[in-house]
């Protein structure tokens, strides 16, 4: 297991905050709250043994560079991130669904999709080394989350990847707008990767060329495209449905 690339072990916001203690996944060494603040009693019962100090809201605003904090700063490891070959070692589902992304370089987009993946159930984030969001406390908190409960896994060449991936029996499905098959018609069952494209390029082209299917989100509205994380939304929740029948 890799960590990340020197990016912050900082939380901030509550939920972010308590699915970190929660989960266990990384080391907490410092907790900061409003002094005077109230409603933290579950953040402290999840916290026995973590120093904890009770400081201003100013001391608050700048450990969290001023976001939106709601009174709880948390220093702890950063996220585990994982190689792919480690990852491919572990168990994985005959319906493991894992999304994989193609410079997604907005960390809200990030934790966002980050959020919708693990509510949906998917096993696996894939970020890559150049071209994405790093797993910064802004992408961390709008997670809420979710970061701590989902393997992430880096790795240094989408396209290899994507390769590595139809050899442990994965199917590669892109998001793209030009699509083959609408997401109501492709075949989604089985183990699938969905690969999410950048905000404003989208798929780039040897990675799509890498995919064995397009598939398109249906729009019959005047606005022809969606954002990322919004997409990647509906499509986790298209796999779900179908696991669900």
Not at 70 to 89: I, T, Y
Not at 137 to 157: F, Q
Not at 189 to 210: C, M, N, P, Y
Request: proline share 5%; net charge neutral; with cysteine.
């Amino acid at each position: 297991m890799n960590r990340d690339r020197g990016e912050s072990g900082l939380l901030y916001g509550r939920n972010s905050v308590l699915e970190c203690l929660r989960a266990g996944r990384r080391r907490a060494r410092k907790l900061y709250l409003l002094k005077g603040g109230d409603d933290f009693d579950a953040i402290r019962a999840a916290a026995p043994g973590v120093p904890v100090v009770e400081t201003s809201r100013a001391e608050l605003d700048r450990l969290a560079q001023d976001g939106v904090h709601q009174g709880v700063v948390l220093e702890a490891d950063p996220l585990p991130v994982l190689d792919l070959k480690s990852w491919l070692a572990k168990p994985l589902a005959k319906d493991a669904v894992v999304i994989l992304l193609d410079g997604v370089t907005d960390p809200h987009n990030l934790g966002a999709i980050a959020r919708s993946a693990v509510a949906m159930g998917a096993s696996a984030l894939v970020i890559t080394e150049d071209r994405g969001a790093p797993l910064s406390p802004a992408a961390v908190k709008t997670a809420s989350g979710a970061m701590e409960h989902i393997d992430l896994v880096r790795v240094t060449n989408l396209t290899r990847c994507i390769g590595q991936l139809k050899e442990h029996e994965f199917w590669i499905a892109a998001l793209d707008p030009e699509g083959e098959k609408t997401l109501w018609e492709a075949d989604l069952g089985g183990r699938i990767g969905l690969v999410i494209g950048s905000e404003g390029k989208g798929l780039r082209r040897l990675v799509r060329e890498s995919c064995d299917f397009g598939v398109r989100i249906p729009l019959p509205g005047p606005i022809p495209s969606l954002n990322a994380s919004v997409s990647a939304a509906i499509a986790l929740a298209e796999c779900l449905r179908r696991r669900s029948t």
